[in-house]
């Protein structure tokens, strides 16, 4: 049988033609399709801002600059994600804190973060892990009561929603439109925000300090993206709304059907009004518990094996908290009390979601899962 792979970009004939009108135009980068992947970015979001980037790692570094974090601070974040959202922190001088997660959502448990809180601590960095949103009134409140920045990571949530209000609008929203996301530039980030001088500070971080060309007002960085990128991105973006339906419609089936493994859960507090498939979730990943695993992920790492035999793509998103990554402990970051993330490291592992599967791949994921 063909192998059914856990991610699969969609690049249809809309994307080919825009790349060749950039190609043909001759202007490749911080063009005009920048600036319209921003205006859609802004309407999409409901933003005053967006702020393109050439990925979402220097989307969360810059965004984290603009409110003035550097050496001396802390922010509290997860360490159930990818390296990224910790690296950020670091790349500004400041020290990541790890705050555990809530066992069934794998987000940030905002009941844990205040208890972390200390005369340094500047930024709360919630991450809507696998494409679900974190639990954002608590941790607003939170930030609101300390006088603190919050920075959302939605590298794997565009689309999602929470109380009405998409991902990236509660704080300052930091997304990656890397090649396997929901939608996607091949490589690329952006930064909404609500706040004119951040958005005037992020501007300058990503274009080498410059208000005017040549001059140089702030220390800046190359963070820019390409024309050729955008003009994808905007393609993509007009896609969001049936790719996540897609997603719903995919994951509303395995969650139905799968058996031997605990399924992703959906808050309340994500339920949109008038969706159909009933949740906020944009399943990014579509991410299963193997609930009977001796603690240690030989199970799970079996099942991984065995599946990805069979050829149902699948992988583990993550294997390691980023507390425990070498690089951290080598620096002194290594030290955090999360038990579950811990244990949920050694559980879960991701199953194909996206749109392009068929009916028939969906059955055969099921199949393949429950008689393991």
């Known amino acids: 049988m063909n192998p059914i792979p856990i991610s699969k970009p969609f690049i249809g004939a809309e994307e080919k033609a825009a790349v060749m009108e950039v190609l043909d135009s001759g202007m490749l980068v911080q063009g005009p399709r920048v600036a319209q992947l921003e205006a859609d970015f802004c309407n999409v979001i409901g933003v005053k801002h967006a702020i393109a980037t050439?990925?979402?790692?220097?989307?969360?570094?810059?965004?984290?600059?603009?409110?003035?974090?550097?050496?001396?601070?802390?922010?509290?974040?997860?360490?159930?994600?990818?390296i990224a959202s910790a690296n950020s922190i670091v790349y500004t001088g400041a020290t990541p804190v790890y705050c555990d997660i809530d066992p069934e959502t794998f987000c940030i448990d905002p009941h844990k973060i205040e208890a972390l809180i200390t005369p340094r601590?500047?930024?709360?960095?919630?991450?809507?892990?696998?494409?679900?949103?974190?639990?954002?009134?608590?941790?607003?409140?939170?930030?609101?009561?300390?006088?603190?920045?919050?920075?959302?990571?939605?590298?794997?949530?565009?689309?999602?929603?929470?109380?009405?209000?998409?991902?990236?609008?509660?704080?300052?929203?930091?997304?990656?439109?890397?090649?396997t996301k929901n939608i996607m530039t091949g490589e690329g980030g952006m930064v909404t925000t609500d706040d004119d001088q951040?958005?005037?500070?992020?501007?300058?971080?990503?274009?080498?300090?410059?208000?005017?060309?040549?001059?140089?007002?702030?220390?800046?960085?190359?963070?820019?993206?390409?024309?050729?990128?955008?003009?994808?991105?905007?393609?993509?973006?007009?896609?969001?709304?049936?790719?996540?339906?897609?997603?719903?419609h995919n994951a509303t089936y395995l969650n139905k059907h799968l058996t031997r493994v605990r399924v992703p859960v959906c808050r309340k507090d994500c339920v949109l009004s008038g969706c159909q498939l009933a949740c906020g979730h944009v399943y990014h990943q579509y991410t299963v518990r193997v609930e009977d695993d001796p603690g240690d992920g030989s199970l799970r790492d079996s099942f991984v094996a065995r599946l990805n035999e069979r050829g149902i793509g699948c992988g583990v998103f993550y294997p390691i908290p980023a507390n425990r990554q070498q690089h951290m402990i080598d620096l002194g970051f290594g030290d955090a009390d999360v038990p579950v993330a811990e244990k949920l490291s050694h559980q879960v592992f991701s199953l194909p979601v996206h749109p392009s599967l068929s009916q028939e791949d969906l059955e055969r994921i099921v199949a393949e899962v429950n008689s393991l």
């Open 54 to 82: 050439s990925n979402g790692t220097t989307a969360l570094h810059i965004a984290l600059l603009a409110h003035g974090i550097g050496p001396g601070d802390e922010v509290i974040t997860t360490p159930f994600t990818f």
């Open 198 to 248: 951040v958005a005037d500070t992020l501007r300058m971080l990503r274009g080498h300090g410059m208000k005017r060309r040549y001059y140089h007002d702030i220390l800046g960085f190359n963070f820019r993206m390409m024309d050729l990128s955008a003009a994808i991105g905007v393609v993509q973006l007009g896609r969001l709304e049936a790719f996540t339906h897609a997603r719903r």
């Open 121 to 179: 601590t500047k930024a709360i960095m919630p991450v809507h892990i696998y494409g679900l949103p974190c639990d954002m009134k608590p941790i607003m409140e939170i930030a609101e009561r300390h006088g603190l920045t919050v920075i959302e990571d939605c590298a794997q949530s565009i689309g999602a929603a929470y109380q009405g209000k998409m991902t990236g609008s509660f704080g300052t929203g930091c997304f990656s439109l890397y090649a």
